[in-house]
Nanobody, 117 residues
Framework: QVQLVESGGGLVQPGGSLRLSCAAS????????MRWYRQAAGKQRELVAR????????YYADSVKGRFTISRDDAKNTAYLEMNRLKLDDTAVYYC??????????WGQGTQVIVSS
């Protein structure tokens, strides 16, 4: 079955960096667009970044633009989210999603990111 497993979360000080990974299995990774979402306590889940199946097109939420970078390695069936200059407001559970169509998408279980001094 399809599995998405996020890793790389943790506790980091403001201004620090983390690299999240999303390892996919059970699907043809290269035909899926990949997305990273986050959900902070008491808030709705929001789209942070996405990358097309080809890797050519990317999108970033205004709140992370210039600080976060999404990428993918189809040979490793893995998507990444490089997060730099982290802020307190970046604290959330981060989820990756593999999207094929509007009605076909898979989700990981999430990884916690805590930005705190």
């Amino acid at each position: 079955q399809v599995q998405l497993v996020e890793s790389g979360g943790g506790l980091v000080q403001p201004g620090g960096s983390l690299r999240l990974s999303c390892a996919a299995s059970g699907l043809t990774f290269s035909v899926y667009a990949m997305r990273w979402y986050r959900q902070a306590a008491g808030k709705q889940r929001e789209l942070v970044a996405r990358i097309s199946s080809s890797g050519v097109s990317t999108y970033y939420a205004d709140s992370v633009k210039g600080r976060f970078t999404i990428s993918r390695d189809d040979a490793k069936n893995t998507a990444y989210l490089e997060m730099n200059r982290l802020k307190l407001d970046d604290t959330a559970v981060y989820y990756c999603s593999a999207v094929r169509t509007v009605t076909l998408a898979y989700w990981g279980q999430g990884t916690q990111v805590i930005v705190s001094s």
